[in-house]
C-alpha cells in the first residue's frame, strides 16, 4: 500500500479537475479571482502560462478542494491509480453548514457559501429554520427540504458530516 501526503493527495486531484475544465472554465477563474491587491484582473499572455499554472493549482488545492476529507481522497485516488492509497494529513479545521450539517464553512455566520448545498451563511441557526433569509432568498427549512432531495443523488460526497448532538 503507498501512502501519501494530503498535500500531495490534493495537488493530484487538482491537477485531474483542472485537466477536466474546458478553456471557458479556466477563464471564467481567472476572471474572477487572477487578480491584483486592489482587485483588478491581471493580465496574462495565455492560460498555459506557468504563473496561471501555479495559480490555478493553489486555486484549486487551497478553494476549491478546501474540506475534502482524507477517506474522499483516499477512494479517489485508490480508483485513479487502481491500487490502495493512504493519506496521511490533518485535514481541515471547518464549521458545518447549518443546511446540509457537512463540514464545508471556513467562518460562521459571515456569508461563506457552501458548496455542497449552496447556503450562503448569514448566522441563521437551526431554531430559525423558518425566519426568511434575504441573502438565500428562502428559509433555512425550505432550503433543507431542496438539499435533502438532490442529496439523494449525490454519490460520495467529499465532504465530513458534522457531528450534531455537539
Known amino acids: 500500500m503507498k501512502t501519501l501526503s494530503r498535500k500531495l493527495a490534493l495537488t493530484l486531484l487538482a491537477i485531474e479537475m483542472i ?5 471557458q472554465d479556466i477563464e471564467n477563474i481567472l476572471f474572477a479571482n487572477y487578480l491584483d491587491k486592489e482587485g483588478q484582473p491581471l493580465a496574462y499572455n495565455n492560460i498555459y502560462d506557468d504563473a496561471i499554472e501555479q495559480f490555478l493549482l493553489g486555486y484549486f488545492v ?9 477517506q474522499y481522497l483516499k477512494q479517489y485516488i485508490s480508483a485513479l491509480y487502481r491500487e490502495p492509497i493512504t493519506i496521511i494529513g490533518d485535514e481541515d479545521i471547518l464549521h458545518a453548514c447549518p443546511c446540509c450539517h457537512y ?9 461563506d457559501v457552501c458548496p455542497l448545498c449552496y447556503w450562503e451563511d448569514d448566522g441563521t441557526q437551526n431554531n430559525e429554520l423558518n425566519h426568511y ?3 438565500n432568498h428562502s428559509t433555512l427549512s425550505k432550503y ?4 435533502d432531495k438532490q442529496k439523494a443523488t449525490l454519490t ?3 465532504y465530513k458530516l458534522a457531528n450534531r448532538h455537539l
Not at 19 to 23: A, E, F, L, R, V
Not at 144 to 147: L, S
Open 156 to 158: 460520495n460526497i467529499p
Open 144 to 147: 433543507k427540504a431542496i438539499f
Open 19 to 23: 485537466t477536466q475544465s474546458t478553456k
Open 62 to 70: 487551497g478553494i476549491k478542494l478546501k474540506g475534502y476529507s482524507n
Open 133 to 135: 433569509s434575504a441573502v
Open 103 to 111: 463540514l464545508t464553512l471556513t467562518h460562521q455566520g459571515q456569508y
